[in-house]
């Protein structure tokens, strides 16, 4: 059977749609997944720049977070079964880590990894999904369970256990930073301060959050924040950071650096200098979430206050149209762009 798949055969240029053959055979922990929805998410924006360097997979299929229907499993036990309706995350679940798909095309084997959605078909390793139980009025935001939210929610939650006392400053008002300040805000959190260098002052009005511009650091709401996080990735936003990070407060790198950047920190013995000052840099671990034991409350946190949850897809383009959508997530336009398969 063949299927359309949007596929990066080289860095820095768009995607291209083509036909691929699913293979005959599935291998152990292998599962055939009929793609409903998918969105795209700012770590495809770096893939295709090229952000962590060269990229030795090309040509790939592309997408980590999804929605879709079991449609094929292999013969070897498996935790799924036909017609199963599923999430698709990056992060490993429960299962067998089965070995990455690839495809045959036209233009020769193209290269796929444990999971990858923007196409129709997908074979998906069996710890990349975990099942749900489908409800037509989650449909919009099911794929943002694979990704965006579960990992935003795992950051407060899990890695830096934020509390109502805290005030947060996040640096990047893109899929992750914004939904990242939705969480908190539902947490309770009364200062929430997100920077960007893209005036995204109108789509966090309707969130309820507090924008500044890069280059109005002047006007953020206090000088010092117990908790600061970073999800540009730019230096120059960590070394600031640092600096706006309050006594015993942390730093959460979660955006990546391009690859040789330099970064420096100013007055590093405010990272020793306890019990006076006791600053800590960490690196997120994607928020550490556990699909198969934490999505059941974040659905919950969903259920709860999904009218806010909605407003995060703005714009939905189908699968001809993803580079489309993919200049509208660049401009700033959009928290995340969901595309219908």
Known sequence: MNFK?????????????????IPEKLEKGQILVKIINAAICG????????VKGKDRWLPHCMGHEGFGKVVKV???HTKFKVNDHVILHWRQSYGHNARPASYNSKYGIINAGNVTTFQEYAIISENRLTKIN?????????????????????????E???????????FGAGGIGITIGIIAKIMGIKCIDLIDNKNKKNLLKKFGLNFVKSKNLKKLSIKNYSKV????????????????TSKNGFLVLVGQPKINSNL??????????????????????GGMFNPDQDLKKIFKMI?????????????????????????????????RVGIKL
């Open 303 to 335: 259920k709860d206050n999904l009218p806010v949850f909605k407003k995060i897809i703005s714009h939905s383009f189908n699968l001809n149209n993803i580079n489309k959508a993919i200049r509208i997530l660049r401009k700033g336009k959009s928290i």
């Open 43 to 50: 770590a495809q924006i770096g893939e295709i720049d090229g």
């Open 229 to 244: 996080i970073d999800t540009t990735g730019d230096v120059k936003n960590i070394e600031k950071g640092f600096d706006l």
């Open 74 to 76: 292999p013969h070897h």
């Open 5 to 21: 798949a949007a596929v990066l055969f080289k860095q820095k240029t768009k995607l291209k749609i083509v036909k691929l053959k």
């Open 160 to 170: 830096i256990k934020l509390n109502k006392k805290d005030n947060l400053l996040i």
């Open 264 to 285: 420096l920190i100013k007055n590093p013995l405010r990272l020793f200098n306890s019990p006076n000052d006791n600053i800590k840099i960490i690196s997120s671990d």
């Open 134 to 158: 489908y409800s037509k009025k989650f449909l919009k935001i099911y794929p943002l369970l694979g990704c965006a939210i579960p990992t935003s929610w795992g950051i407060l939650n899990k």
